[in-house]
């Protein structure tokens, strides 16, 4: 079994019949195999009749919140968090889908390499007219030591900034996100945040092979951040500077277990 948890805003409510069809899609994982945790940052919305049917049959649960203005994608993924039951968690955008093989390839990886705290594929460009445009990676196939895809995050200069893996169709150990400490409230870059930080200490396994189709539009919101890099300064700082005091922790502990 495997955790899908999607936060979601309350108008982004169709598209979620595409992230559906292709959960429906997965094979090479049995019957059913997964289990879908929606999050809305905001109020629920009606259901789209495919969701109301698949929440019906137990695959899907939905959760809300109160709060109509909305308190960004870190915050609902956390608050779903907690409703996973799984062991696995993949992350899967509402405008994204997954590839067909994609929850088998990811939790297989996890299941050859127990010492990893996530596991990556590659990710598809999904443009609007439908076709996919491949997004060749940088890193060579199998175990990613703890350190490798950090000191591979490019922050500068802005312009070039880059991410060797991409951050949104991750497939995380759920106890890996607890130790950390889950989504950290960083505009745009909660997922990239949590990867660098978790990637820093933790080995994780990359897996040649399709798992992502990442939906290319006018109102993604990476795309905003794109635009507003230089301004996200102080979001990539905290990212380092969130991994120099786990380090400096890190080493402590050892001096204390050495004295």
Do not use: K
């Not at 899908?4 to 409510?13: I, M």
């Not at 203005?69 to 968090?81: D, F, I, K, T, V």
């Amino acid at each position: 079994m495997v955790s899908v948890l999607t936060a979601c805003l309350p108008t982004q409510v169709r598209g979620l019949t595409s992230a559906l069809a292709s959960l429906q899609a997965q094979r090479g994982l049995g019957r059913p195999g997964w289990e879908w945790v929606i999050q809305f940052d905001g109020p629920a919305p009606a259901l789209p009749a495919e969701l109301a049917d698949a929440r019906a049959a137990g695959l899907v649960t939905i959760g809300d919140s109160p709060r109509a203005g909305g308190a960004g994608p870190a915050e609902a993924r956390n608050r779903g968090l907690a409703r996973c039951r799984a062991a696995l968690v993949q992350n899967l955008d509402a405008d994204d889908e997954l590839e067909p093989s994609a929850l088998a390839v990811l939790s297989g990886a996890l299941s050859r390499h127990p010492a990893a705290a996530y596991a990556a594929g590659d990710a598809r460009d999904l443009l609007p007219d439908g076709s996919l445009r491949a997004v060749p990676l940088e890193l060579r196939p199998g175990v990613l030591e703890p350190g490798a895809v950090y000191s591979r995050w490019r922050t500068e200069p802005a312009a070039e900034y880059s991410v060797p893996l991409h951050p949104a169709g991750i497939m995380w150990r759920r106890s890996a996100l607890w130790e950390f400490g889950c989504w950290p409230a960083l505009w745009g870059m909660d997922d990239t945040a949590l990867l660098m930080v978790v990637s820093s200490f933790r080995a994780g396994v990359y897996v040649a092979a399709d798992t992502l189709r990442y939906r290319r539009h006018g109102g993604q919101l990476s795309g905003q951040v794109e635009q507003r890099r230089e301004a996200l300064a102080d979001q990539v700082d905290w990212v380092h500077q969130r991994v120099a005091a786990l380090r400096e922790a890190q080493a402590a502990r050892r001096m204390v277990d050495l004295a």
